[in-house]
């Protein structure tokens, strides 16, 4: 559980992530795909639920 806070301290500071790409690009397809399992995947591993950081709500809420 340390390791999981730790590792997620960085993202409580973040205010906004911006991925830069061409159109159709690969790299945008897979950070997408990246980003939409991280929080099962940490959850998982973890237990740690990441959908409980404001960023990642922000997030969540701007994509739906």
Known sequence: MQIAAKVA??????NEIVILSGEGSRVTREVNHLLAELPVSVNALTGVDLSKIPLLQKIGSAQA
């Open 9 to 14: 301290a960085p993202l409580a500071r973040t």
